[in-house]
């Protein structure tokens, strides 16, 4: 039976740099502070002539060349983002046109920072069907923080990555997507979110104005317990239910949210802290962006080999959690593009 593979990766990370110390001059927090308790050194922030669909086409546009394949091969284009260009119609249709992906049909879908791991187990019995699918997640975070905040403002980054998918029977190498769980819990929606803006909590000018509550609001000590839990008990549970054990497990590429929740959940899962992948000193959390950026990364520093299999495990807003085992058949092409200097 054909398996949906990872035929290529694209990722981008904005250019503008902004550090700790940069954040220290715009609010009451310090390099020493974020450092401590989150791991993040710096974070990207998309330009002003940038929004959502276009980070999505850079990050398309890497994965696509890196294959040489052509844009109007493809079935699906799909954006996952809680940031979108719009309410409607979905990002992934402006990505589809600028793409030149003429036979596609495009969809946004929508998970938090779980979301990218969500869409790719949505999207890959498609693939494994013999479909081409370019899936893309893609945050511009920054858009959506309170700069006031100084617990949620200092956490977070914009970016893209790009999976090129299709089947693993058409002799295109790569890295083949296996057994993947997700799980949600509706009853926590409050502890993480941006819940004005929509239906239920419509903008108005009070709203704006008294509280910033349009932007990303957080109870962080419960989403750190939340995190730590729930993404050690879904990876262990994928290991098990795949007949591996942790030790034929090669890297770990958590979501890249915090160097404490990362280390923890290390601990938790009883794995060597050198089989984890971390980034977040980098580019912080880019959310549906984050997965697809380590693999970027790790791709570019050859880090990832053949024969490996690697688990991901991710949490965000809903509250969701997932986590998604990939074999590594062999070493896709790919294009990282993150030059970056500061803002
Ligand atoms: C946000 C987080 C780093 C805060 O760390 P913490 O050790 O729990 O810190 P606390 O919330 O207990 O706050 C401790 C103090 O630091 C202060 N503080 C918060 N943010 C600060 C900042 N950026 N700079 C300086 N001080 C800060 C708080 O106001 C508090 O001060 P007080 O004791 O005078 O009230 C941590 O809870 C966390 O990582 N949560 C998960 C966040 C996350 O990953 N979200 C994304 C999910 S996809």
Redesign the pocket.
């Known amino acids: 039976m054909p398996e949906a593979t990872i035929w290529s990766v694209g990722g981008y990370a904005p250019p503008h740099i902004i550090t700790n110390e940069m954040l220290s001059h715009r609010m009451?927090?310090?390099d020493e502070?974020?450092r401590t308790?989150?791991g993040i050194h710096e974070r990207r922030t998309a330009g002003d002539d940038e929004t959502t669909a276009s980070v999505s086409v850079n990050a398309g546009q890497a994965a696509l060349q890196a294959a040489h394949f052509d844009a109007a091969d493809l079935d699906w284009v799909i954006v996952c983002t809680d940031t979108p260009e719009m309410w409607s119609p979905a990002t992934a249709c402006f990505v589809q046109e600028s793409l030149a992906a003429s036979h596609a049909s495009a969809i946004d879908l929508t998970g938090?920072?779980a979301g990218f791991l969500q869409t790719l187990q949505i999207m890959s019995p498609l693939a494994a069907a013999g479909k081409r699918l370019l899936v893309i997640g893609t945050e511009l975070l920054t858009h959506a923080l309170n700069w006031n905040d100084?617990?949620t403002a200092?956490?977070f980054g914009d970016g893209s990555s790009a999976f090129l998918l299709g089947p693993s029977d058409e002799g295109v190498p790569g890295i083949r997507i296996g057994l993947g769980l997700s799980r949600s819990d509706g009853a926590q929606s409050d502890i993480?979110g941006k819940p004005f803006g929509g239906t239920r909590f419509p903008i108005t000018p009070d709203v704006v104005l008294e509280g910033r509550l349009h932007t990303i609001r957080?109870e962080?000590?419960k989403?750190?317990k939340h995190?730590v839990t729930l993404m050690s008990d879904i990876g262990r549970r994928v290991v098990q239910e795949a007949s591996l054990g942790l030790e034929q497990i090669d890297w770990i590429v958590p979501?890249q949210?915090?160097q404490?929740?990362i280390d923890a959940v290390t601990h938790q899962v009883g794995i060597p802290t050198d089989r984890v992948f971390s980034h977040v000193a980098k580019f912080a959390?880019t959310?549906s962006a984050s997965i697809g950026l380590a693999m970027a990364d790790m791709l570019e520093q050859h880090l990832i080999k053949p024969g490996q299999r690697l688990l991901s495990v991710a949490?965000?807003?809903g509250f969701s959690w997932a986590s998604q085992l990939f074999y590594v058949d062999q070493i896709p092409p790919c294009e990282f593009r993150h030059d970056g200097q500061p803002a």
């Open positions: 009451d927090t310090s502070w974020i308790r989150t938090g920072c100084r617990t200092v956490l993480l957080m962080g000590p989403v750190f995190a979501h949210a915090n404490r929740i959390n959310g949490f965000g807003a």
